[in-house]
């Protein structure tokens, strides 16, 4: 009731190779917000995430960054948006200048500008409440700058009207232009980012859509996670809480389990720092702490009617290799690392049948993660493994 809102921001790799990690995280958002970049436009990766975004239908505001640079003109940008993603675009806000010239932003709601001021090096900004026709504006604009944005906006005018419904059906994505480097522009575009998003959605069941204000409390884990504090060993399990409210200590039914369990020990991370959780509802992500119980779309949930949520896909590796360990000696470490890293889901594991451990056939949807899995395999477990690539695209 004191007006303020949470929002949880997951952030994912935006590289293709680590398309897998990027699907996982689509299943749990109510929306998404798609970093584009101003020098380089529509690029192969995000095409990828448009797709994705498109395929689990989720609601995706664009924030065009890195207009401190020298860019693409940004009638150019929006129309390679509409072009290459094929979506309609509402620009909220528009730059003025870009690169050097890079003056700040004409925000369409307020009919302000937010411009650059000359507040030591950290080029603070400051809003002011403008009428385009002012010719004041010229003060702080110049007058090149001035005739500009008049020109821009009246460009702007003549296009399509803003549709809050189309935003949420995912037929119209609201743009936003700044520079996350220097944080210009990213506090406008939070702002009006909290206004239009939605509380969060309902989710598919075995049972039906369950509603977020449903009393019974209910989630899946969508991602695990290995080793996150290197000196307890630990392993983190992170839910998405769908419905009710969840209390650390309480008893829950693990339907892929079929027992009841207890979930004691809870956090929430933000960078580097986690905290406990001792409640937390539907919308929130929580990680708990995995003794090895739980799988990627397990879902846990309360109450007499044992409910499932829809699987999470798995993906068809691409890229085979085979993985040998340099040190015999190592053999537990190298079987312990190479189990948990395949729990993640990060590595897909065959073996040959009446093979050992010592030599397996790794596959992935990305060769980077051939270099994740060396990499972690010698910091997180002390183990050298030699990848011998295979020349196979499928596996039956």
């Known amino acids: 009731g004191d007006g303020k809102r949470d929002f949880i921001l997951l952030d994912t790799p935006g590289h293709a190779d680590f398309s897998t990690e990027m699907e996982r995280t689509l299943q749990v958002l109510d929306c998404a917000i798609l970093v584009i970049s101003g020098t380089d436009g529509v690029q192969s990766h995000t095409r990828t995430l448009w797709r994705l975004l498109k395929r689990y239908e989720v609601p995706t505001f664009l924030f065009i960054n890195k207009m401190d640079r020298e860019t693409k003109d940004p009638f150019d940008l929006c129309e390679e948006v509409e072009r290459e993603l094929g979506i309609d675009t509402y620009a909220m806000n528009w730059p003025i200048g870009c690169g050097k010239e890079f003056q700040g932003v004409y925000d369409r709601e307020k009919k302000s500008i937010l411009f650059f001021g000359d507040e030591g090096k950290g080029r603070k900004s400051s809003s002011v409440e403008i009428e385009l026709d002012d010719p004041e504006v010229a003060n702080y604009l110049g007058e090149k700058s001035w005739e500009q944005i008049r ?4 460009l702007l005018g003549a296009g399509r009207d803003f549709d809050m419904e ?3 059906n995912g037929t119209l994505s609201p743009v936003f232009f700044g520079s996350a480097l220097s944080t210009f522009g990213v506090e406008p575009f939070l702002e009006s980012f909290l206004k239009m998003t939605t509380s969060p959605l309902a989710r598919t069941s075995d049972e039906g859509v369950i509603d977020p204000i449903e009393e019974g409390f209910s989630a899946f884990v969508f991602k695990i996670q290995a080793n996150m504090n290197k000196a307890h060993r630990d392993r983190i399990a992170f839910l998405r809480i769908c ?6 200590g309480m008893e829950v039914n693990h339907i892929q389990g079929g027992k009841k369990i207890k979930l004691a020990q809870s956090t929430q991370m933000m960078a580097q720092d986690r905290e406990t959780v001792d409640e937390a509802y539907a919308g929130d992500i929580v990680g708990l702490f995995d003794p090895g119980i739980f799988s990627i779309g397990d879902t846990l949930c309360t109450g007499k009617e044992k409910i499932q949520y829809e699987g999470i896909p798995t993906f068809a590796p691409e890229h085979f290799a085979r993985v040998t360990q340099v040190d015999t000696m190592k053999r537990k470490q190298f079987v312990k690392g190479m189990e948990q890293i395949a729990q993640e889901g990060a590595i897909q594991i065959f073996k040959e049948p009446g093979g050992g451990f010592e030599e397996v056939i790794v596959g992935v949807v990305g060769v980077l993660q051939l270099e994740v899995l060396e990499h972690r395999l010698k910091t997180e ?7 011998t690539p295979l020349p196979y695209a499928h596996i039956r």
Do not use: L, M, P
């Open 151 to 154: 020109d821009d906006v009246e």
């Open 166 to 168: 189309a935003v949420q």
């Open 243 to 248: 419905s009710g409210k969840f209390t650390r």
């Open 381 to 387: 477990y002390n183990v050298d493994i030699r990848i």
